[in-house]
C-alpha cells in the first residue's frame, strides 16, 4: 500500500483515522459518513453516506478502514450488505483494517446481551447505558461475513468502550480475494 494509494475509512467520524494516515505521508484519503454533524468538523475529504449504500465505482480504493462501526449494524441482512459493498468498492488484492467487538463473558454484557435478545430477538444486540443500541459479533459470524476475504491477521483484544467499560474485541486485517 503505497502513498499514491486511495484509501478510505468508512464512519470517519471526527477523521481520527483519517488524520492518522494524512500525517503518515498518505495524501489521497477519504471518508464516508452519515452523520452530518461530523461532517462540519471534519476538513478532509468526507462523503456523506452509508456503508451499505457506498456511493463509489467498483474497485476504487487499495485499502478500507472499518474502526469499530460493524456495531452500529444491528441487521444481520445490513452487516453482510456492509461487507459486500467493501468487496465491492475495494480493488482486488487490496486491503481491509476492521476492528469490532466481539461478545464478551464478562456478566455486565451477559446480562445486557439476555436482555437485549429478549427484546430484539438477537443474542449480541444490547443497549448501552447511555441508550445507544449495538450488537457486538460471535466470532463464527463474523468469519463468515469476512468469507470474501483471505484473512491475514486476526488479534484479538479488550476495548474500552464509549462508556468506559472493558468489552472484548479484534482487529482484522483482510485482502480481497
Not at 461530523?38 to 453516506?49: I, R, T, W
Amino acid at each position: 500500500m503505497g502513498p499514491g494509494e486511495l484509501l478510505l475509512d468508512i464512519g470517519s467520524g471526527y477523521g481520527r483515522v483519517l488524520d492518522y494516515l494524512w500525517e503518515r505521508g498518505f495524501k489521497h484519503v477519504f471518508g464516508l459518513e452519515s452523520d452530518f454533524r461530523y461532517l462540519e468538523k471534519n476538513p478532509l475529504s468526507v462523503v456523506c453516506g452509508r456503508g451499505e449504500q457506498a456511493p463509489f465505482k467498483d474497485e476504487t480504493f487499495g485499502a478500507i478502514f472499518s474502526i469499530g462501526v460493524l456495531s452500529y449494524f444491528l441487521e444481520d441482512s445490513k452487516r453482510t450488505q456492509l461487507l459486500n459493498e467493501i468487496h465491492r468498492i475495494l480493488k482486488s488484492r487490496g486491503l481491509l483494517f476492521l476492528s469490532c467487538f466481539l461478545i464478551s463473558g464478562d456478566e455486565y454484557h451477559q446480562n445486557k446481551y439476555r436482555e437485549g435478545q429478549i427484546e430484539y430477538g438477537t443474542y449480541g444486540i444490547f443497549e448501552s447505558d447511555s441508550g445507544g443500541i449495538f450488537r457486538h459479533s460471535d466470532e463464527d459470524e463474523l468469519r463468515a461475513l469476512l468469507d470474501n476475504f483471505h484473512i491475514l491477521s486476526w488479534k484479538a483484544r479488550s476495548f474500552t468502550t464509549m462508556n468506559k467499560r472493558k468489552a472484548s474485541g479484534v482487529i482484522i486485517e483482510a485482502q480481497k480475494q
